[in-house]
């Protein structure tokens, strides 16, 4: 249609990545490159643009010296937030109320950076515009460290935290022998309930390095007397040992470790606990049943925002899924999601698709059984030559008084 405005609105959703803005910037200069007339970003996701909250991303964004720092900027640069749309039926009013504001700005396509909550919004609101004939097209830019986006081979920000999570998981193996003491170190690593990122610790396991003794993953009941026994058991072959939990882990009845700790319950908007204290739990219980020097250190948001030693390749497939959504969106694609698609190791090479958010949203993809050892306390070889190539390549910062650079939103 003649005179028609091709604007575009992105946003970013749930945890933050080290990946997530280059993503932003794939959509951003994609769009841009392609012709879009403006590029808006909502400023905390969907719940700041149901307040009326965006900006103009090019008054941000002024420079190819933005675009490099941007990309190397951890967290959320529009701001981001874990809010959960009604159901349809249950609530036309918050879908009215956004498809104005859209359509108030000329909105073209709509792109959201997220997990599997976030592809839920993305399927209700292309789901509603299906359903009022609105020619706005909506797609999902797949993120999350904890790589549980199903389909997809693999999610940006994943090989980033990854190669975090094996580095310092190294460092932290070699601080363990600096005495001639026996001591148990326990790192706990996010993921929720997939094992992806813990498992990642194997990755230390190198020709100066033999990574963590034991791994444990969510995917596999928790036993905690069995894992009392297994420390008993290693004691006796070595001084220091290291054993990576992941966040998620839980015991037969589906209570997690953490929950055993005195911390208070929290959830957020879609229902999900936020889980910590494992590794502080477990370490007590060992301090208590085997008395030797113990230590828990929990990886929490660090292994998420440390952008100073970020994977080049995810770095680059970030963006990669940014630009395929807008090319996929300008075409007249609506309802998807960009996927990646693996097509072999060694070489890793590497496609983007596109697919259905309809079989996407809300589903949580675990690490297979056959990932995991036999005994339920390390990651296989097929695990390992998956994320390898992840982390492989590194994207320096760029450093202003001895320190990365970010960009950050300027105040209005
Ligand atoms: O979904 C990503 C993630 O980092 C999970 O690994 C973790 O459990 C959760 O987010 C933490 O949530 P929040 O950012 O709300 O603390």
């Given at each position: 249609?003649q005179?028609?405005k091709?604007n575009?609105i ?10 997530i803005?280059?993503?932003?910037v ?5 769009a841009?490159?392609r012709?879009?007339?403006?590029v ?14 965006y ?13 490099e720092?941007?990309k ?14 009604p ?13 104005r ?7 073209d ?6 997990g ?14 299906t359903e ?5 097209r ?6 999350t460290?904890?790589?549980?986006l199903?389909?997809t081979?693999h999610?940006?920000g994943?090989?980033?935290?990854a ?5 310092i ?13 026996e001591?148990?170190t326990?790192?706990?690593i ?12 194997a990755?230390?396991?190198?020709e100066?390095?033999e990574?963590?003794d034991?791994?444990?993953l ?8 069995k ?8 004691q ?6 290291v054993?990576?939990v992941s966040?998620g ?8 470790i953490?929950e055993?700790?005195e911390t208070i319950?929290q ?5 999900h606990?936020?889980?910590t ?16 020097k ?11 925002c440390?952008s ?10 970030a963006?990669?899924?940014?630009g395929?959504?807008?090319?996929a ?15 072999s190791?060694d070489p ?10 309809n079989?996407?949203a809300?589903?949580?993809k675990?690490v297979?059984r056959e ?7 390390y990651?296989?070889?097929q695990?390992?030559?998956y994320?390898?190539?992840?982390i ?11 320190l990365p ?8």
């Amino acid at each position: 249609m003649q005179g028609k405005k091709k604007n575009v609105i992105v946003g970013q959703s749930g945890g933050p990545t080290a990946a997530i803005n280059s993503s932003l910037v794939g959509v951003y200069k994609t769009a841009i490159d392609r012709g879009a007339d403006r590029v808006y970003g909502m400023l905390f996701g969907i719940q700041g643009l149901l307040e009326g909250k965006y900006v103009d991303l090019s008054e941000h964004i002024k420079n190819d010296l933005d675009i490099e720092i941007l990309k190397r900027t951890p967290s959320s640069f529009l701001g981001s937030c874990r809010y959960k749309l009604p159901e349809i039926e249950e609530n036309r009013e918050v879908y009215k109320k956004i498809f104005r504001i859209l359509e108030e700005l000329e909105i073209d396509s709509f792109f959201y950076i997220g997990g599997n909550d976030s592809m839920d919004t993305i399927k209700k609101l292309s789901d509603y515009g299906t359903e009022v004939h609105s020619p706005i097209r909506f797609m999902g830019v797949p993120k999350t460290i904890d790589n549980d986006l199903d389909v997809t081979d693999h999610t940006p920000g994943y090989g980033s935290a990854a190669k975090y999570i094996a580095s310092i998981t190294k460092e932290i193996i070699r601080d363990g022998l600096v005495y001639d003491l026996e001591s148990i170190t326990i790192i706990e690593i996010m993921g929720r309930n997939a094992g992806w990122l813990a498992g990642a610790a194997a990755l230390s396991n190198c020709e100066d390095c033999e990574g963590p003794d034991m791994i444990f993953l969510p995917e596999m009941d928790f036993d905690i007397e069995k894992f009392i026994e297994k420390v008993r058991n290693l004691q006796k072959i070595k001084k220091s040992i290291v054993i990576a939990v992941s966040e998620g882990i839980h015991l037969a009845d589906g209570r997690y470790i953490c929950e055993l700790t005195e911390t208070i319950d929290q959830t957020d908007s879609f229902g999900h606990k936020i889980l910590t204290g494992a590794a502080r739990y477990l370490a007590a219980k060992v301090i208590k049943e085997v008395g030797c020097k113990t230590r828990a250190i929990e990886f929490n948001t660090l292994q998420r925002c440390a952008s100073h030693i970020v994977s080049r390749v995810d770095i680059t497939e970030a963006f990669q899924v940014g630009g395929a959504a807008v090319k996929a969106a300008f075409e007249g694609e609506t309802g998807k999601m960009i996927i990646l698609k693996r097509i072999s190791d060694d070489p890793y090479i590497c496609v983007t698709d596109i697919f259905d958010i309809n079989k996407i949203a809300n589903v949580e993809k675990k690490v297979p059984r056959e990932w995991i050892n036999e005994s339920g306390d390390y990651v296989t070889q097929q695990f390992i030559n998956y994320v390898k190539p992840l982390i492989q390549s590194e994207l320096t910062p760029i450093m202003t008084n001895g320190l990365p650079r970010h960009l950050t939103l300027k105040d209005e």
